[in-house]
């Protein structure tokens, strides 16, 4: 079996298929996810985090694949809701217990759990508090989500509407290797959408049944697995005591007192060693989601979209380069650089330029084209903002494909980065588009409400837009030669 495919049939007893070092080395390569930073006392802290509504397919996922997402929210003072899809009746026979009592038991296992984490949310500058976390039952049939993604789904769009808008949705990744687990992700994938709602998976099984790349390049192989949106949230001192607290409260996973477990020799429990060892790392792993599967696009074609083949891509870009008001940047950001078609031009009129994008194999091709040594592309998303002062920022084909809050997190990142006499520039499709956000009317809107900034220019077909904005400031006439 390869990197990266599930086995087929996964009762999660088998040896994990990642060994220690393949998992240090991966962690090690896995970046900070970029909405939020460490404090000071080394927690990390959102900066964007309205709400989390987290999805766990039977108690005790809440905890295993989420403590650090819980925590981060409860230390911001953001509302947390759980959303409990099933009792987790199916982890013992009822030859040996029946499904209420195993139901009532588990709730409570979950309850103490997350009284452990609650803890957490005092002594942080700025936590308040103010709404705290609350636990919902959905009771569906253990080992049987396969067949109520709908109503999963429904279930979580309903317990959104009682959540601050850009609430994320925390649930286990699609590709988790357990049949609840990947139903849960579906459901998610689908609700997260439907609500645009940012969304965030999280692994529990995943490393016991595959292997993560063993460099930071694409697989050879194909994977199911985005290896390449793994970000990390570190488990600093105080959560890890937590979060060890939590664990221990699962009682009924932990031993064999309720009798043996499902799938389980005699005497071995539900949650083993080699599966606790595999979770409970120093950081987190989770994967912020995306509309599109970029690095499977880039993966299959070198050029998904045809901009080095289509006359259409060719005039946007150099209709894109006419536009900008400035002969020379100093700093340019391009988030979203694909291949690098547009990077190649905007090299020449930059000082330095940072490109960046969420698929390595993007990235790949796109250092081909580009070896310009005032260009960096770096693999990162849209979160991972620059600190520096920006003198041009480019955003061409991007926005539509960002949630409510990535997008507004964008538009405050861009005003705080964009120094006096800096530019914005955005180019965006004028058609329909499935996967969409919001219009490229609705960014050209967006843009222009951006307190302090103005238009500097816009050129509109039936095709496209392209609009210029930033701080206002001297046309380019005036600049040069109009008093």
């Known amino acids: 079996m390869e990197p990266g495919e599930t086995a087929p049939t996964f009762h999660g007893t088998q040896t994990p298929r990642s060994a220690a070092v393949a998992l240090q080395d991966f962690d090690a390569r896995v970046p900070l996810w970029g909405i939020g930073e460490l404090d000071d006392a080394g927690r990390w802290i959102p900066h964007h985090l309205p709400g989390l509504l987290v999805v766990a397919p039977h108690p005790d996922d809440e905890v295993l694949g989420a403590a650090a997402l819980i925590a981060a929210a409860l230390r911001g003072g953001s509302p947390v809701t759980i959303l409990a899809a099933t009792d ?15 139901a009532e038991i588990r709730t409570a296992e979950s309850e103490a759990a997350l009284g452990e984490l609650r803890s957490l949310s005092s002594g942080v500058p700025g936590s308040d508090d103010r709404a705290g976390m609350e636990r919902l039952r959905l009771r569906l049939p ?21 959540m601050p808008r850009g609430t994320f949705i925390a649930a286990p990744l699609s590709q988790d290797g357990h049949p609840d687990h990947d139903a849960c992700g579906e459901a998610a994938t689908v609700a997260a959408a439907q609500k645009n709602a940012p969304l965030v998976q999280y692994p529990v099984w995943l490393w016991l049944h595959n292997t ?32 060890a607290r939590a664990v221990a409260a699962f009682v009924s996973q932990l031993g064999t007192e309720l009798g043996t477990p499902v799938d389980r020799e005699p005497g071995e429990p539900v949650l083993t060693a080699a599966m606790l060892a595999s979770v409970l790392r120093d950081q987190q792993i989770v994967f912020p989601g995306t509309p599109l599967d970029f690095e499977g696009l880039h993966a299959e074609r070198d050029d998904p979209w045809a901009v080095t083949s289509r006359w259409y891509e060719r005039r946007k870009y150099a209709l894109t380069m006419a536009a900008l008001p400035g002969e020379r940047y100093r700093r340019a950001f391009e988030p979203g650089c694909s291949i690098g078609g547009l990077t190649e031009l905007l090299a020449p009129r930059c000082d330095n330029v940072l490109a960046t994008d969420i698929s390595g194999s993007a990235l790949e091709a796109a250092a081909r084209r580009v070896s310009a040594e005032n260009v960096t592309f770096r693999q990162a998303s849209i979160e991972e903002w620059p600190e520096d002062a920006l003198d041009l920022i480019m955003i061409s084909e991007l926005a539509y494909y960002l949630n409510d809050s990535q997008w507004s997190a964008v538009l405050a990142r861009a005003a705080e980065t964009l ?23 609705q960014i050209r809107e967006d843009l222009l409400a951006v307190p302090g900034w103005t238009s500097h220019g816009s050129y509109a077909d039936l095709d496209m837009l392209i609009d210029v904005v930033g701080p206002v400031g001297p046309s380019v006439a005036q600049a040069e030669f109009l008093d």
């Open 88 to 102: 987790g009746t199916g982890s013992h026979p009822p030859s040996t217990i029946s499904a209420d009592q195993l």
């Open 419 to 441: 120094e006096p006499g800096g530019h914005l520039v955005s180019v965006h499709w004028r058609h329909e588009n499935a996967e969409a956000f919001r219009s490229g009317e």
């Open 212 to 243: 993560p790349p063993a460099s930071s390049s694409p697989p050879k192989t194909p994977s199911a697995v985005p290896w390449a949106a793994a970000r990390c949230i570190p488990i600093d001192a105080e959560l890890a005591q937590a979060r």
């Open 142 to 162: 253990d080992g049987e989500l396969a067949a109520h993604v709908g109503s999963l789904s429904e279930a979580i769009g309903a317990a959104l509407l009682h």
